[in-house]
């Protein structure tokens, strides 16, 4: 990782950028799971180019948070690790807050 600067006032700019978009992420949000898992993340990452690809392969319907709530972990676990560059979809998910973080902060 490494941020391009050129003198102090590109660096107060890009530390300025980063404040703000921590006050942004700061508490608890709730973003889209398409904002999360985008195209590229699924294909680079899992079999298919969408996470309704990924669930609907699962057998699973997910129209909101709580049908993603009532899968079980084992179920989503198991096709998580069949399907996808992952073991569990507890480390598929945070790999992607940590990508999203990432873009936020433009690292």
């Known amino acids: ?8 006032d590109d660096l107060q700019k890009q530390l300025k950028k980063m404040q703000k978009t ?3 992420l700061n508490g608890t949000h709730k973003v889209p799971i398409d904002k ?14 969408s996470i309704d690809d990924f669930f609907k392969s699962g057998g ?3 129209k909101n948070e709580n049908d993603l709530k009532a899968i ?9 690790s069949k399907t996808t ?7 598929m998910l945070n790999k992607a807050l940590d990508q999203y ?5 433009s690292f």
């Open 85 to 91: 560059k992952f073991k569990t979809w507890e480390d």
């Open 60 to 62: 699973f319907d997910v």
């Open 101 to 105: 973080i990432s873009k936020k902060f």
């Open 22 to 24: 921590a006050k942004e």
């Open 36 to 49: 999360l898992f985008t195209k590229s993340f699924m294909t680079k990452y899992t079999k298919f180019s």
């Open 1 to 8: 990782m490494s941020i391009k600067l050129n003198g102090l």
């Open 72 to 80: 079980s972990d084992n179920e989503i676990d198991l096709h998580t």
